[in-house]
């Protein structure tokens, strides 16, 4: 059973702007930042958020991340094609002493 | 090239046990903390366990302590997962991932994500 929760799905059609929101409690969002990863269909996650807002190498600018108190949220702008995919949100849980992943939202292009 | 590869999954009755392995390569393996997450069929990532750069401090989800352990060589960069009392909600893809992590001495880690993952092992308890 996931710690943190997301909306199941999200879409939106090319160039537009997509918003995911992860919340959670003040053992895990609350004292820890929150990461990100993309996993697209048959492949292992990436990276694509972490520390909140920072981008790995790699990660395009129109991606980004922010935290505000219990909640995080991921936005993509400018969507495309290659966007759609699974998105999972994550942080360290300090009553749980291990990872918390969120329950997982779908992206869709339409 | 930074690289994780897996192997070791397979068929497994249950009750039964299996060992996971994880090669590293590009990168130095001893500095990093490294983790196990799975997959169910269908399902969502889950995190099983992570374990200390020298193997001094291990951290496990509830449903696996006391049945699964992960274990590292640094001198030969590779983590294992050794599974016993194989359930079937085990069935699931197995990656291994580097993690960074770190934080204030007052607790565990207060920043933990993974950067880089393998490609999975895929492991099926069933009889």
């Known amino acids: 059973q996931s710690v943190l929760t997301q909306p199941p799905s999200a879409s939106g059609t090319p160039g537009q702007r997509v918003t995911i929101s992860c919340s959670g409690s003040s053992s895990n969002i609350g004292r820890n930042t929150v990461n990100w990863y993309q996993q697209l269909p048959g492949t292992a996650p990436k990276l694509v958020i972490y520390s909140n807002n920072q981008r790995p190498s790699g990660v395009p600018d129109r991606v980004s991340g922010s935290k505000s108190g219990t909640s995080a949220s991921l936005a993509i702008s400018g969507l495309q094609s290659e966007d759609e995919a699974d998105y999972y949100c994550a942080a360290w849980d300090d009553s749980l002493n291990g990872n918390v992943f969120g329950t997982g939202t779908k992206v869709t292009v339409l | 090239e930074v690289q994780l590869v897996e192997s070791g999954g397979g068929l497994v009755q249950p009750g039964g046990s299996l060992r996971l392995s994880c090669a590293a390569s590009g990168f130095t393996f001893s500095g990093y903390w490294m983790t196990w997450v799975r997959q169910a069929p269908g399902k969502g990532l889950e995190w099983v366990a992570t374990i200390k750069r020298d193997g001094g401090e291990r951290h496990y989800v509830g449903s696996v302590r006391g049945r699964f352990t992960i274990s590292r060589d640094n001198a030969e960069n590779s983590l294992y997962l050794q599974m016993n009392s194989l359930r079937a909600e085990d069935t699931a893809v197995y990656y291994c991932?580097?993690?960074?992590?770190?934080?204030?001495?007052?607790?565990?880690?207060?920043?933990?994500?993974?950067?880089?993952w393998g490609e999975g092992t895929t492991v099926t308890v069933s009889s």
């Open positions: 991932a580097r993690a960074v992590c770190g934080g204030p001495p007052t607790k565990t880690f207060y920043f933990y994500y993974m950067d880089v």
